[in-house]
């Protein structure tokens, strides 16, 4: 398996409500990352884990949550977005031995409003 | 900080024509260098990869790219392209025994037939 899977494929939520964003891998990697990408943007770093522990967390406002509860499993949980936070928020992992490639998740299409 | 730049922002080329985009980069120590292609809907693949020696790399469907380190610069290039190479692409760059990875803002690529 060499796939990276993200869950929903769309998220549509109110500025009020807390939801969530899954990612997952079978590859047996061992560092995993958020990236949030705006439209005809670059994918820009959010979050970084490596073995189940946050290494980087690059200045994310607090309203965005991650949480690694195993080496296959990555969350990003979501409270009180505002709209300037739609975007589409990818999942990437990596088998956390420098130096690494990382594989990219078909990601998530967030829209708050 | 490091950055990395793409001066070409959107190009237009027909089918069998011949590819180069530009990459730069601006870090005075080791690097590994990437090229990632998004194809329209699709998510973010590895086209190719350097971490060390040979500065001329092959990656997927025929791309190439080269590695200056004179010039901080990984070119990519095709020479000929199709249809299908309709995408976007990134460069991509981390320092040398970090995990993080700077994406350049993007070149779309339109090639008609």
């Known amino acids: 398996d060499t796939e990276v899977t993200q869950t929903p494929k769309h998220l549509v939520m109110g500025m009020t409500n807390k939801k969530s964003l899954k990612c997952e891998q079978h590859m047996g990697h061992r560092a995993m990352y958020w990236y949030k990408q705006k439209a005809k943007k670059p994918p820009e770093l959010m979050f970084v884990y490596s073995y189940e522990k946050l290494s980087i967390n690059e200045s994310v406002p607090s309203r965005f949550s991650p949480e690694c509860p195993n080496s296959s499993l990555l969350n990003l949980h979501l409270h009180a977005l505002q709209p300037e936070d739609s975007a589409l928020y990818l999942c990437a992992s990596s088998h956390g031995t420098l130096p690494n490639e990382q594989f990219f998740g078909p990601g998530t299409r967030l829209t708050v409003l | 900080a490091q950055s990395v730049s793409q001066h070409n922002h959107h190009v237009i080329l027909s089918e069998a024509a011949s590819l180069e985009l530009g990459c730069n980069y601006s870090?005075?120590?080791?690097?590994?260098l990437f090229w990632y292609v998004q194809y329209p809907g699709q998510h973010l693949q590895l086209l190719l990869k350097y971490f060390s020696g040979d500065p001329l790399v092959k990656g997927i469907k025929g791309f190439e790219a080269e590695f200056i380190k004179s010039k901080f610069s990984f070119n990519l290039r095709k020479p000929s392209v199709q249809w299908s190479d309709t995408a976007e692409y990134f460069c991509?760059?981390?320092?040398?025994?970090?995990?993080?990875?700077?994406f350049g803002t993007g070149t779309r690529l339109q090639v008609f037939p």
């Open positions: 870090y005075g120590g080791t690097v590994n």
């Open positions: 991509a760059v981390t320092a040398y025994n970090t995990d993080k990875l700077i």
